[in-house]
């Protein structure tokens, strides 16, 4: 057998790949899966669209795409954006195969080997792969409630100079940090990033899923501010607010960065599923996207409360939590020194299941905190699942 590249002998089996297929077991209560919960899902939406679909566009749904997208598809989106502000003067979108590709098409394009990434800590796992496919160096910084936290990231910038490529963050929602960047926040970091050599990559697939009509105002897009020190490259999915299994996402950059990044793509899949972007531009253009979403806040909001109750009641002295302000998840960090892979093993034995913390650390060894998805788990399951990952704690703090 030929030898593997030097890109594919870094690989590393991910734990959360492990975990996933432990708690894929149906006699286990899973707080594994950052997914959509399954009766949510819009079936009869998309039975209505496609119903109601003339056979030409059928036709058009089973052929060949543009490698940028579905035209109609396309003017959507951009609606989309432009109502967060965003301006899309010398900007280009392009549609991805989920939110991911579109993650890897910025990687694939700035990256070299041994250049340096700069990630919240904790990080989305899925861009941490990315990265490191490209043979990056990660330099993870740590979050507060606000966001990234500013000092560190200054401190991180002048360590690692002119290596610094990309700053990957999750500002709205975090994955898996469950919070949401404030304001002065967003501002205090553009305005340290002055002067800086850098690209900002704004991943927002969480950004709608606000529980209170209060916060919206705080997933204002990075992108929409005018006059930003650094090129923003934004990344948007359908995979949270429509279906997951479309595998359909969207990046929009400058013209420059798209037209390099359209070229990437043809050399990854030549073109996004065309099926999908028909029915994804027929939702959005018949005005589904505004009431299913409404339904979504609704759902994840009471699932959120009836873990953040279960948590308060179950929980031990030590151990603490983000409240989240929408999306999927909650953050637990454990009593110092103590072992979440530990915790878990001793939960999954009882009947439950979470993804331990140092999957999401940019170097792979912070392990005193754990991710809990509360999206997809049915309400009457919560507390019960809760409860017996609270008594893992207890058991490891005796």
Known sequence: MPSLSSSAQGMRSSEIRRLMKLAADPNIISFAGGSPAMPLLPVEIVD???????????????????????GPLIA????????????????????????????NLIAKVFLDPGDVVITEN??????????????????GVELDNDGIIISKLLETLDRVGSKAKILYLTPYFHNPAGMIYSIKRKQELLDSLKGRD?????????????????????????????????????????AKIFSPGMRLGWLLASSEIADKCQ?????????????????AAQFLSQNKLGAYLERLRSAYA?????????????????????????????????????????????????GAAFVVG?????????????????SSTPEDKIEQGIRIIAEAVRKQLA
């Open 48 to 70: 209505e669209i496609y119903k109601g679909l003339p056979d030409q566009l059928k036709r058009a749904a089973m052929q060949y795409g543009a490698t940028d997208g579905f």
């Open 76 to 103: 959507e989106i951009k609606k989309y954006m432009e109502a967060k502000g965003v301006s899309l003067d010398n900007q280009d979108l392009i549609v991805t195969a989920g939110g991911q590709q579109a993650i």
């Open 122 to 139: 904790p990080s989305f796992i899925g861009a941490i792969a990315a990265f490191k496919s490209y043979q990056a160096q990660l330099a």
């Open 198 to 238: 850098i690209c900002i990559l704004e991943d927002d697939p969480y950004g709608e899923l606000y529980f209170d009509i209060r916060d919206k105002e705080l997933t204002v897009p990075l992108k929409a501010v005018k006059n930003s020190p650094v090129p923003i490259c934004y990344t948007g999915s359908f």
């Open 263 to 279: 070229l990437a793509k043809q050399s990854m899949d030549a073109c996004s599923s065309s099926f999908a972007q028909v029915l």
């Open 302 to 350: 009471k699932r959120a409360y009836i873990m953040l109750d279960a948590l308060k009641q179950y929980m031990p002295e030590g151990v603490s939590w983000t409240i989240p302000k929408g999306g999927f998840y909650i953050w637990v960090t454990l009593p110092k020194n103590m072992d979440s892979t530990v915790v878990f093993n001793e939960a999954f034995a009882n």
């Open 358 to 374: 140092s999957a999401f650390d940019p170097q792979g060894t912070k392990n005193d905190c754990l991710r809990l998805a509360f």
